[in-house]
């Protein structure tokens, strides 16, 4: 961690009282779901102009929180990156949205919508944006079928072909 | 010493309608140019000088499905996109083939999941499927030349 990432996350513990972590000196901030537009916006002021990434991890068996959203921001400037963690509950996954502060968080939050089935409280075009628009389901969701086809094999080619479905000229 | 002779020392040659229009559909393959992964490189490598599709009368890859009537599927087909390649396919005029080029085409390949199709024969009819991951240009290669053979030897009957 350079020195900046310090003042940063320093500053950011004394006003939000954020847990942190660190991990091969990347520093993450793990707060509470109620603070994310205020510390978005400390963020956006104290010199981080890029948003990175958000994605989110889903810790399936254990319900509450089962999700946890990963948001990565990067200073330019000062050269630095930092990430936030928000733990977000399965039932009902919602989290708001920070798109007014950084415009690409836009369709960011639309795959985060797309593959884990988080709402987006507040976003302004919320659809899927990888998936087709009229799929069932999340797929990046730990509950999620895989849905693995059989391989045909010699042995059971004949089995499989049958149910296989072939397209009509 | 039939009538065949007579006409050749004419400088005739006679030969069925059949064979004939097959032999010109084997000339003048146009196959489309759009390619889905990586074996698009080696589709890519299929028509430059080193391997020289051209020599089988394919060296014209047309980007619009009216004028071609091979369709090479070159990659994996995701679930998103085989409403859009059946839809290149229904534009393509008749007679037209599909060459299933690749394990991810033929049967999905490494990709057993829900997101890519479990092969590309779910949504259009395939002629010849070539094998590999991703084939070698002489694989597509003999994938074609076995193409033209299925060609020539198409009946008459079934063309109406």
Redo the contacts between chains.
Sequence with gaps: MTMNEHTFISALKSQFNGEQHEFRGESTLLIQRDQLLDVTRKIREMGFERLSDITAVDYFPQENPRFHLAYQFTSLANHATLGLRVPVPGVNPSVATIEGIYPNANWRERELYDMFGIQIDGHSDLRRI???HDWEGH?LRKD??????E??FTFNFDEIDVR?????? | MGVEQKLANMGVVTTTLEKAVNWSRTGAMWPMLFGLACCAIEMMSAQSSHYDMSRFGMELMRPSPRQSDLMIVAGRVS??MAPVL?RLYDQMPEPKWVIAMGDCAS??GVF????IM??V?????VDVYVAGCPPRPEALIHGIVTLHHKVRGEKLKDWA
């Design positions: 990888l998936m087709p797929p999620y079928p895989l849905g693995y086809e391989p045909q296989k479905p072939y397209a009509k000229d | 679930r998103k059946r049967c999905g057993n999941n829900y997101a479990q092969g024969d779910e949504v259009v009819p």
